[in-house]
């Protein structure tokens, strides 16, 4: 299960697809790779209530975008710097090691999270990794 705060166009999704987003089980797809996961919905496609034009926008790993036909993709660790798909969820940072670790055919969920607990699972890793340096430096220290 992946983490997620409701992205700038979550608001556009319809309320079926709202729902469906948070409930259902979604399959990684063949085409997926270290760009992006592609993921297929297990009964309907995710949909906008209407199709707009959009400009091209800033985008981050982790950052959840849907394209037309209703299959969203999370972008992963090699992906661009900017994006034109409606950007419907953004998955923690904390949890982008587990996306990492998805291969095709696996299943994911999303967790709806909001922003404040995104960010104190952001810092509690931070904090984790800092003690594990510090560890890690008296360990090299000790005889």
């Not at 790993?61 to 661009?80: D, R």
């Not at 999303?110 to 952001?122: H, M, T, V």
């Amino acid at each position: 299960m992946l983490r997620a705060v409701p992205g700038s166009a979550y608001g556009q999704l319809t309320e079926a697809a709202r729902t469906r987003l948070w409930r259902e089980r979604f399959r990684a797809a063949p085409a997926s790779d270290r760009m992006g996961v592609r993921l297929q919905p297990d009964a309907h496609p995710v949909e906008l209530i209407r199709h707009a034009e959009i400009r091209s926008h800033g985008v981050t790993p982790g950052t959840v975008q849907l394209p037309p036909g209703g299959a969203p993709v999370i972008l992963g660790a090699g992906c661009g710097t900017t994006g034109g798909y409606p950007v419907i969820l953004n998955v923690a940072s904390a949890d982008l090691p587990l996306l990492a670790q998805l291969r095709p055919g696996d299943s994911v969920s999303f967790s709806e999270i909001g922003l404040e607990e995104a960010q104190l699972l952001d810092l509690g890793q931070e904090l984790d990794l800092a003690m594990l340096d510090h560890a890690l430096r008296l360990k090299t220290l000790s005889p």
